[in-house]
């Protein structure tokens, strides 16, 4: 697939915990190669970056195909003209949650998110925060009941983690199936309790 005909999608870095989860995704997404990668980071998710993981913006930037600047309300991604697959906020922090819950498309990320509403097109909200506030609860219904969807980066015990990798690609693997980019290597599936229930496929079942 040349670089002209993959699919689009727009991957947002905002200012909350978890720069990790944007860094791993975008390199999974690298390595998978079907999509062509659309990248907008808030001055905020800069910081963050830079405090949690040691690395500037340029290092995040180098990960993605396209680079936008969260300032220039005027770029592609911000119209429903340039098709896209859709978009993801990862990590998505609660300043960014209540812009997009409200409309408020200050910047190129929450329009970018803003067009993705309006076009009916998946936006995935990675967003971190605890505890939650009130405002935080209500801004989370707002953006669902506008079809967004919510997903914090809640760690899966029953998978076992043994590493930080481990607990973030397991969301990553989860963000991916949003979008239904195969990933195999990822994460691990629940296949369910067999040993304990004894679930068993028939000869001849679909695969
Ligand atoms: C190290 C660090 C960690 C932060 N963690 C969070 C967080 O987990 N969730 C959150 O909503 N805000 C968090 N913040 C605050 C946001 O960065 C801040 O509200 C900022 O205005 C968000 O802007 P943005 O949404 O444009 O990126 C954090 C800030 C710093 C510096």
């Given at each position: 697939m040349?670089?002209?005909?993959?699919?689009?999608?727009v991957?947002?870095?905002?200012?909350?915990?978890?720069?990790?989860?944007?860094?791993?995704?975008?390199?999974?997404?690298?390595?998978?190669?079907?999509?062509?990668?659309?990248?907008?980071?808030?001055?905020?998710?800069?910081?963050?970056?830079?405090q949690?993981?040691?690395?500037?913006?340029?290092?995040?930037?180098?990960?993605?195909?396209?680079?936008?600047?969260?300032?220039?309300?005027?770029?592609?991604?911000?119209?429903?003209?340039?098709?896209?697959?859709?978009?993801?906020i990862?990590?998505?922090?609660?300043?960014?949650?209540?812009a997009?819950?409200?409309?408020f498309?200050?910047?190129?990320?929450?329009r970018?998110?803003?067009?993705?509403?309006?076009?009916?097109?998946?936006?995935?909200?990675?967003?971190?925060?605890?505890?939650?506030?009130?405002?935080?609860?209500?801004?989370?219904?707002?953006?669902?009941?506008?079809?967004?969807?919510?997903?914090?980066?809640?760690?899966a015990?029953?998978?076992?983690?043994?590493?930080?990798e481990?607990?973030?690609?397991?969301?990553?693997?989860?963000?991916?199936?949003l979008?239904?980019?195969e990933?195999?290597?990822?994460?691990?599936?629940?296949?369910?309790?067999?040993?304990?229930?004894?679930?068993?496929?028939?000869?001849?079942?679909?695969?």
């Open positions: 040349s670089a002209d005909t993959k699919p689009r999608l991957v947002g870095i905002s200012g909350a915990s978890g720069a990790v989860i944007g860094v791993r995704l975008l390199a999974a997404l690298r390595r998978i190669g079907t999509h062509e990668t659309h990248l907008i980071v808030s001055a905020s998710g800069a910081v963050t970056a830079a949690e993981l040691g690395i500037t913006r340029n290092d995040l930037e180098t990960l993605a195909d396209v680079v936008h600047n969260v300032r220039d309300v005027g770029a592609s991604i911000a119209s429903g003209s340039f098709v896209t697959s859709g978009m993801v990862a990590p998505c922090s609660m300043k960014t949650l209540a997009v819950a409200n409309g498309a200050d910047n190129l990320l929450t970018a998110a803003d067009v993705m509403l309006k076009e009916r097109r998946r936006l995935v909200l990675v967003a971190r925060e605890t505890p939650l506030n009130l405002a935080h609860l209500r801004n989370m219904t707002l953006a669902t009941e506008m079809g967004a969807i919510v997903m914090p980066p809640v760690p015990f029953y998978a076992h983690p043994k590493t930080i481990d607990v973030v690609d397991h969301t990553v693997g989860r963000i991916l199936d979008f239904s980019i990933h195999r290597e990822i994460a691990r599936r629940w296949n369910g309790l067999a040993e304990e229930f004894g679930t068993r496929r028939n000869e001849g079942a679909d695969e």
